[in-house]
């Protein structure tokens, strides 16, 4: 408003200054009137200025000269010199004339229908990205609900504690009551620290604790299983040397004692010395007892027995024995091996190796001398100089290792014969473990590295242990007598070596030239019995062949059909011959009745048993009588329907009985009678089927889960390829042609 | 070890030492549908309280122990179903509650009724000393017949004279559809493609609507009124209505000019129609005072439902752990059904879910054998259902004969054949 103001009167100065007569005047007046008249707010148009003397003037200020005349389109379009520039447009303009005017537009109902085609087509088409998942489900073989398992999520007791208020008066009252007391309430469950420590311990490393643990208490079991079987050992060899090494383990500790600690060392001797003052007083190893008088009687006789007795006393010499209280801390050295079922053969009686009742072994002899040598030495010579009694212990433990691990591979062995594989990688294991028994390292502790030295150092160990074992049973096995003595020794023993391979073979071999010779005989048997038998055979065959072959030669002369061959009728007949010169129907067919007639007679059931109340095996058959006896002879079938109808054969095999069980028509998705009859014969049970196979053909189609909401799918569960738009849906649609007039049809077309 | 020598068997699958497997799994298979039989028990307990007939019900959403129902005098109530206890009763309407839905939350549920409100009512039954009120109230200008939620978003829909569209924040619907006029019985959201509707009308058509365009999509008519109809949970374009003429017909969207499958059995009017969660089965309620449980691949039902109190059924759901059936009928009664006659209910042992698979596919592969198939398909019905079914076998049988009679007596071509398929339908209207 302002600007336009301030320009009415600039324009008023203007006009003041180029003041020419009454013109002037006039225009003026119209300015002031204009200027006026804009006051009112309105910008008006300026109206326009005359300046030609013209009788005809258009509103837009435009003298028009030939107003009369009328203007043509197509003269505008032409140029002032003729020519083709516009040519086109002109054409267009005339073809745009010879139109019809523009359609009117569609009614209210007719666009809604449009729209709603559209609309159809395109949410058609939407859905249609689900047939793919859809025709999976409907095919699955099996489909669990809920399709999304959700993981059951527990609600923190402070969260569910928190929205809830006391309203009732009674609950406003207890609350009341609590808050005086100052009892917490909503108490967190964990304080901020503890879940700190619970979040920084990561699934791995949980998962890593939880696998030592586990380790743990393996290895905790094993040694329990372990200990416990080593209780149960018989073999009387194996606690002897179980029980060396113990006094081995308890004199090197009394050494140590002794160093650390003269005094308890000291009172630990006087222990030893009661021990010995009470093996001196008890008559036990002196052969005085029931058991040894009867051995001395037998003794005369029997080297063995005569054996236990000398053991038995050198052993109570050996218990009786002084210790030599040079130092005090070494005379303990013996005696606490002072246990009576120590065998320690001393050097009159028990030097002898062949006395021990140890398997003889070039190998080992030498060694089980050395040791009870180096035990003498040990218990009774010099322990001053202590280097040189390290090392000997240190060879004789080695040797002690050696036995115990005999023992554990001799089980082994056994167990493996026994048990599963996985039993006896587990077994293997143990002896790993068992092994360097020397240093008692913690088990738990020291497992890990055991368990990384067992692939490099303990297999070749083993290796040659088995070596030695097998030379062992070379040695020992060569005759009958060793075997037999080794039975009555070591029983336990024996049975282990016995099954062992190489120990086997003359037994086998043994086993073989008995089973040779039964099976020769039994062949002479046969030699003798079948060659009568087949004779039989054959007889009875050539006379049914040559019984058939006589049928029929009876029969072929009788046919009607050669009768009018002969004759020779008309030309069809001719034909009908001609095509049938080469086989002979009739008595086929003839042929192919007898053969039912024969398969219908009910057969003889023979109930005979071979081997009750007679010899049986190969090659022997039950006697006549017995064959005879329980041959039961079925009552003659009822006479055949087609018996007086010559060219009729009636199958009499239908059984009415179980037709009522037995399905008269094929089932509706199966297309031919064998597959549902190999549906039938396929059996399900677990009676057939082992326990994989039969739950896999049992398992359900659905499954769901009770207390489970079953939510409707969702496009999560769509596969990733379905949800692209429009391409995904298509493969599914064309996989199922439904119906040729589509919607989706169309659209492709 | 001990322990694994004590249970393993060793056995030996030497086919010759164990012979007869047919016959013996024959004979397993009779005793397993004879037992099947025995155990027939579906009947759970029935929910009594209603003053009047059950006229709708509704599934919890979030809770399986929870259903709601409405009644024919206004009432509606929630029921515990393990207790089988009414938990909360409320006075909604005057007149017919009409339709019911939860929200899909669960925090809440809507019902109409006679009289033209829209009620939104809290799931949680009222604190000490608060009113039992409504949270919403909408009154509208016309009768609701029915109602329901949207799966995703706050918006639910309503049917009467049109089908209106509802935000729940507002008072007058989002969008009407509309496309003739008739009263619409029943509106249905699709489980899948939520921005899908289904609703039925009394002139014996079925449209179909897209909430994103707000508009009618095709609409199919079919000889006679469809009452209900449902989305399958499982399949987004299938839907099953629920027909005046006794029978069910599976759509395909896609294609409506024929039904996938038409169901029959049921011998009157079938009212109300709930798929299974899994969307294999559907149960189906009848005039007929039956419910039927019907395969969606199948034309006939593998189960029907009576018992000799249960009157004419106006509503049913099955449960959506798949496991029970729950129906309303007009005798005011509320029955618990298991889906599955003669499953054993609790925790079974491994043993016996093994037996249970394995009686299962005994059946199934000796399904076609006649003793089996009759042990397997009877069924008890009372004697009127029994007579109809008879009466309506002539009647059809009949049919067909003056059919076949006529086109053996008419110029060839002039009597077309109408496979049952396309019988039923009289017109697509795109």
């Known amino acids: ?749 | 070890d001990v322990s694994v020598t004590l249970t393993a068997v060793p056995r030996n699958y030497d086919p010759a030492l164990h012979p007869f497997e047919v016959p013996r799994e024959y004979t397993r298979a009779l005793n397993a549908a004879k037992l099947e039989r025995v155990f027939a028990k579906p009947f759970l307990s029935s929910l009594d309280g209603h003053r009047d007939g059950v006229n709708c019900m509704a599934k919890h959403p979030k809770s399986l122990s929870t259903v709601l129902s409405g009644a024919c005098d206004g009432e509606v109530k929630i029921w515990n179903l393990p207790k089988r206890q009414c938990i909360r009763t409320i006075q909604a309407h005057e007149g017919f509650v009409r339709g019911m839905c939860a929200r899909f939350c669960g925090t809440s549920f809507f019902t109409v009724g006679d009289d033209k409100t829209v009620k939104q009512w809290k799931m949680e039954s009222p604190e000490y000393g608060e009113e039992e009120e409504p949270i919403h109230t909408i009154l509208g200008k016309t009768v609701y017949t029915g109602i329901d939620h949207h799966w995703k978003d706050a918006v639910f829909a309503t049917c009467g004279q049109q089908v209106d569209i509802w935000d729940e924040q507002r008072t007058s619907p989002m969008c009407s559809l509309t496309w003739g006029f008739d009263s619409i019985s029943s509106v249905k959201f699709n489980p899948i493609e939520t921005y899908l509707l289904g609703s039925c009308a009394s002139d014996r058509n079925i449209v179909l609507y897209d909430m994103r365009k707000s508009t009618p999509l095709k609409k199919v008519i079919l000889n006679m009124r469809t009452n209900t109809l449902c989305w399958n949970p499982m399949e987004a374009y299938v839907f099953t209505a629920a027909n005046e003429d006794y029978n069910l017909y599976t759509f395909d969207m896609r294609y409506l000019e024929s039904p996938m499958r038409v169901h029959m059995d049921h011998v009157s009017a079938v009212l109300d129609v709930d798929y299974s969660p899994t969307g294999k089965e559907f149960v189906s309620a009848s005039f007929d005072k039956s419910i039927r449980i019907f395969p969606v691949d199948k034309g006939h039902s593998r189960e029907v439902y009576h018992t000799k109190r249960m009157q004419h059924v106006i509503t049913v759901k099955w449960t959506a752990d798949s496991k029970y059936i729950l129906c309303g009928s007009d005798e005011m009664n509320i029955r618990l059904w298991k889906a599955n006659a003669s499953e054993k209910l609790g925790v079974l042992a491994p043993r016996e879910k093994a037996a249970m698979n394995y009686n299962q596919k005994l059946k199934e592969k000796f399904q076609y054998h006649p003793k089996i198939r009759r042990i397997a398909q009877h069924r008890h019905l009372p004697k009127s259902i029994f007579c109809q079914i008879k009466e309506q076998r002539i009647m059809r049988e009949a049919r067909r004969r003056k059919e076949l009679n006529r086109r053996k007596h008419s110029k060839p071509g002039s009597v077309p054949v109408v496979s049952e398929r396309r019988k039923h339908i009289v017109a697509v209207v795109k």
């Not at chain 1, 130092?327 to 002898?352: C, F, K, Q, R």
């Not at chain 1, 086997?504 to 010779?517: F, G, I, L, S």
């Not at chain 1, 089932?667 to 994989?692: A, D, K, V």
């Open chain 1, 1 to 749: 408003m302002a600007e336009d103001w301030l320009g009415v009167e600039a324009a008023v100065s203007a006009s003041e200054g180029e003041d020419e007569g009454q013109e002037d005047d006039e225009r003026r007046h119209q300015r002031l009137l204009e200027a006026v008249s804009s006051l009112s707010g309105r910008r008006r148009r300026k109206l326009a200025e005359r300046t030609e003397a013209s009788v005809q003037v258009s509103e837009f200020n435009v003298s028009c000269k030939g107003a009369g005349e009328k203007l043509v389109l197509s003269e505008l379009l032409k140029p002032i010199k003729p020519k083709s520039a516009l040519g086109s447009v002109k054409k267009e303009l005339s073809r745009v004339k010879q139109k019809k005017a523009v359609e009117l537009p569609l009614s209210k109902e007719e666009a809604k229908r449009v729209v709603r085609e559209a609309a159809y087509v395109t949410t058609s088409k939407d859905v249609g990205k689900w047939q793919e998942v859809v025709l999976q489900n409907r095919r699955a073989e099996q489909l669990v609900f809920p399709l999304k398992q959700e993981i059951a999520t527990v609600v923190p007791l402070e969260q569910v504690a928190s929205a809830w208020k006391a309203r009732t008066p009674l609950e406003q009252e207890i609350f009341g009551l609590l808050h005086r007391t100052k009892q917490p309430i909503t108490d967190p469950l964990l304080t901020p620290e503890e879940t700190a420590s619970l979040q920084a311990m990561s699934l791995e490393e949980a998962r890593q604790r939880r696998a030592e643990l586990q380790k743990a208490r393996a290895l905790q079991s094993y040694y329990e299983a372990k200990a416990r079987r080593e209780k149960r050992i018989k073999s009387k060899k194996y606690h002897r040397v179980l029980k060396k090494s113990k006094r081995r383990k308890a004199l090197k500790e009394f050494e140590q004692l002794h160093k650390s600690d003269p005094k308890a060392a000291l009172a630990k001797l006087e222990e030893l010395e009661q021990l010995r003052m009470q093996e001196r007083m008890s008559l036990k190893h002196q052969n005085k007892g029931k058991w040894a008088r009867s051995r001395a009687i037998i003794a005369k006789y029997d080297m063995e027995a005569r054996k236990a007795m000398q053991e038995q006393l050198a052993k109570n010499k050996e218990l009786m024995q002084k210790v030599q209280v040079e130092l005090p801390e070494e005379e303990p050295a013996d005696v606490p091996e002072d246990l009576p079922s120590l065998p320690i053969p001393t050097g009159a009686s028990g030097a002898n190796p062949w006395m021990l009742g140890k398997p003889s072994d070039p190998a080992q002899e030498p060694e089980v001398q050395e040791g009870p040598g180096d035990m003498e030495v040990s218990g009774a010579v010099e322990r001053k100089e202590e280097m040189e009694e390290e090392e000997e212990e240190e060879e004789e433990m080695s040797e002690e290792e050696a036995l115990l691990q005999d023992f554990e591979q001799k089980r082994q062995a056994r167990q493996q014969r026994a048990g599963s594989p996985e039993e006896q990688g587990a077994d293997e294991t143990e002896a790993v473990l068992e092994q360097p028994g020397a240093s008692p390292v913690h088990p738990v502790c020291a497992e890990g590295e055991q368990v990384s030295t067992a692939g490099g150092e303990e297999q070749p160990q083993q290796a040659q242990e088995e070596e030695i074992l097998l030379s062992e049973q070379l040695e020992r096995v060569q005759t009958l007598e060793d075997v037999e003595a080794l039975a009555s020794k070591e029983q336990v023993e024996e049975q282990e070596m016995l099954v062992a391979p190489r120990t086997e073979k003359p037994a086998a071999t043994r086993a073989k030239k008995r089973v040779q010779q039964q099976e020769d005989s039994r062949a002479g048997d046969k030699h003798a019995k079948n060659p009568p038998a087949k004779k039989k055979k054959k007889k009875m065959i050539s006379l049914q062949a040559v019984l058939s072959g006589k049928a029929q030669d009876v029969q072929c002369p009788t046919m009607p059909v050669v009768v009018e061959e002969e004759d020779g009728g008309t030309d069809q007949r001719r034909v009908i011959t001609e095509a049938f010169a080469g086989d002979d129907v009739v008595a086929d067919f003839r042929r192919e009745k007898r053969k039912a007639e024969e398969e219908s007679k009910p057969q003889p059931l023979s109930l005979v048993l071979p081997g009750w109340g007679e010899w049986g095996g190969t090659g022997l058959r039950p006697s006549a009588r017995k064959t005879k006896k329980f041959l039961l002879k079925p009552p003659p079938a009822p006479p055949r329907k087609d018996q007086h109808l010559p060219h009729v054969i009636l199958s009499e095999k239908r059984n009415i009985h179980a037709t009522a069980h037995q399905v008269s028509e094929l089932p509706f998705p199966f297309e031919r009678h064998q597959q549902f009859e190999q549906s039938i014969r396929t059996p399900l049970g677990s009676t057939w089927n082992t326990q994989r196979a039969f739950q896999k053909l049992t398992a359900p189609r659905v499954i769901t889960r009770a207390g489970h909401i079953i939510q409707p799918i969702s496009a999560e569960d769509l596969p990733s390829t379905a949800t692209a738009a429009g391409t995904g849906a298509k493969p599914g649609l064309e996989a199922v042609p439904r119906e040729p007039q589509q919607p989706f049809n169309r659209l492709r077309k």
